[in-house]
């Protein structure tokens, strides 16, 4: 263990006996012959007696030596010090975040009773919900995105010196032949197409990565959109000098936060490449200067790019905030199997707060007026490839209005399996200044919910559970406005 961390576990444990004998600092400073200062640096993790002060703080509180300095703490700080000794403080850069490891110490020591209550809350939950170790640095990940607009011109940057180093004309689509020849000829790159075809087990992954070889194996079903994005990807590993890597798209486990956080540099290094900030923002000026929403010309952006419906509309998350100061946005991606009733949000990003849509664990059913659930099902009974849809969605419960455009694709790798990808924009005096079309009578509205459980839209055609929920809440409120009539009528 750190050696910090066995400071502060001292001090811990040396606090708990003091308080639980009830003794005050000033106490235990007169039988020990101990300073209380000195005590003081101790319980907070500043310092770590000798042994021969140990002996005497084991003789006065009348506790076992090897108790006095065993890592093991009593129940109620036990949370505490697995967090302390678990590697998560050490896998996470809390640099990320503006935070310093000191500063957590500080808290733990300072409040560690209440810091332990915390834990174990965040224990419960994550246990509650299946949280896994991924998880949590998934969400991590989110967060960091979330706290920067997801926008990093750092990698911006990088995108532009890698242009100019291998001179690729960022002003023109390129194909993923041209990033193979960097892959083969720059650094080594092994490709190989039919190995993964072989494994009945591995048909869900599109690549796979042997770094002693340099081999990539690929998939065979991919498509020339995806097949750009891994070598984009893969280059950008090599470009940005990141070693410690997943070896698989998609991911299988995550080692290390580390590892997490590479992925995501990575594709959003890929994204910029294929899509470029400067052409991508001057056709979404042409698109949004229009007295109304000109679908064609959306679709055309779209297709534009040799990127995949996902990649662009992930792109948009990083372009709209810097670019139009458009920062109240979601981005949401849900899995639907053909013939079934179930829709599954696999993929969030929020921007500025909350918003609405969110991922819920609780099994309810998101309300069937979406916009991204209608064309899941409108691709799903046709022949499309691409299917798009817009509009305008209220959500009266939180009095707020988003404009919603969707795609949905074939998932190419699963029989009957589509996906579809969202972008939400926050409608307020930015949105309405930025876009002009958001008056255009073709653009319709629908009144939604978020679950059905949650719904208060009265003769909903395509509720699929009654709002449970919300009449739970209502009856509890009604409960508590006639218990506070009573407190005032027998309040005298």
Known sequence: MEQDYIKLIF???????RTDKNLSLFGLSKISGLSKSYLNEIEKGKKYPKPDKIAILSEELDVPYDQMVSLKLDKNLAPVGELLQSKILKEIPLELFGIKESNLIDIVANAPAKVNAFISTIIAIAKHYNFSRESFFLASVRSFQEANNNYFDELEQQVLKFSKAYQLDLTTPFNSNELEDILVEEYGYIINESELSTYEMLENLRSVFVPKTKTLLLANGIDEAQRTFI????????FLDISDRLYTFPWIKFESFDQVLNNFYASYFAGALIIPKKELTSKLESIFEKGFFDEAMFIKTINTFNASPESFYQRLTNILPKAFNIQD?????FTHRSGTEKFHLKKELHLSHQHSPRANETNEHYCRRWVSLKVLKDISKSKKNHEFDVQISNYDSDNAKYLVLSSATKDPFKDNQFRSISIGLLINKQLERKIKFLDDEHLKTQKVGVTCERCSIKDCEVRKA??????KALKNNKIETIVNTLNQKYDS
């Open 329 to 333: 946005l979601f981005f949401l991606r």
């Open 11 to 17: 001090g811990l444990k040396l606090k708990q006996i």
């Open 231 to 238: 070598y984009a990807k893969e280059i950008a590993y090599n």
């Open 466 to 471: 009654p709002p449970h929920v919300l009449e």
